[in-house]
């Protein structure tokens, strides 16, 4: 493994850590953009909250019960899908052979030590994806149960109270669920590097504007941002 990565030039090196900056920087700007242009993550938010407000006075409240099922459901399937991409990834850089077969007919000089050694950030962001996909389930698990502790009677103290937990509750899963989505746009980015350092670098600035550019410029922000 040293060995190999010797082989790996200053160029991959900074294109690597290019990949890493962009990945973190995006998820800071989406998570904490400009008071003026918020993001799509954020305007979502208030709508957690006030979708909790609306819960406390509908009923029944069946409708609620099945979207947060939902999410649970689609968190469910992300964590599932990343930890097969990981095993997938996981045997070829065991199996550099069959990596550097299923890559032979793409303009790719590498060697099959190397070809492994390029799979290594996309299981890295895949890895991180699950860990986030595992934690928001699990929240909303949690948000599920205090939305079963929040009375029935709009009147009771303990009513909107409770249904503000299950909304800063929903909120932190929704931002575990939207970091592991960062994530997986990351790894395909990173499957770039594939192609080479020139690969990685398209494709870590294609991710990025996908996703900047869904959450601070997409027909859904402007539905979001539109006043009664």
């Known amino acids: 493994m040293p060995d190999t990565l010797a082989i790996l030039t200053p160029f991959d090196i900074a294109a690597l850590v290019g990949l890493i900056l962009a990945w ?17 993550s954020c305007l979502m938010e208030e709508y957690r909250r006030d979708w909790m407000k609306a819960f406390v006075t509908r009923q029944p409240r069946i409708f609620d019960a099945t979207v947060i099922d939902s999410l649970r459901q689609g968190t469910a399937f992300f964590a599932s899908a ?13 199996n550099t052979a069959t990596l550097k077969q299923l890559t032979t007919n793409l303009p790719i000089s590498a060697s099959g030590p190397e070809l492994g ?17 595992v934690w928001a389930h699990r929240l909303f698990g949690y948000c599920s149960i205090l939305m079963a502790a929040v009375p029935n009677d709009p009147a009771d ?10 909304a800063e509750i929903n909120i932190t ?9 960062r994530a997986i746009y990351f790894a395909l980015a990173a499957l770039g590097w594939l192609l080479g350092t020139p690969g990685l670098i398209v494709g870590t600035v294609l991710a990025t504007a996908v996703l900047l550019r869904r959450e601070f410029a997409s027909a859904s922000r402007r539905v979001l941002m539109r006043q009664p």
């Open 24 to 40: 973190l920087i995006a998820g800071r700007l989406i998570e904490h953009p400009p008071a003026s242009h918020p993001s799509v």
């Open 82 to 94: 990343s930890m097969i991409a990981i095993g997938g990834g996981v045997a070829l850089i065991g």
């Open 117 to 133: 050694v390029r799979m290594l950030p996309v299981i890295g962001f895949l890895a991180n994806a699950l860990l986030k996909f």
């Open 157 to 166: 103290p303990l009513a909107f109270h409770r249904a503000g937990q299950a």
């Open 173 to 181: 899963a929704a931002k575990s669920f939207n970091r592991g989505l």
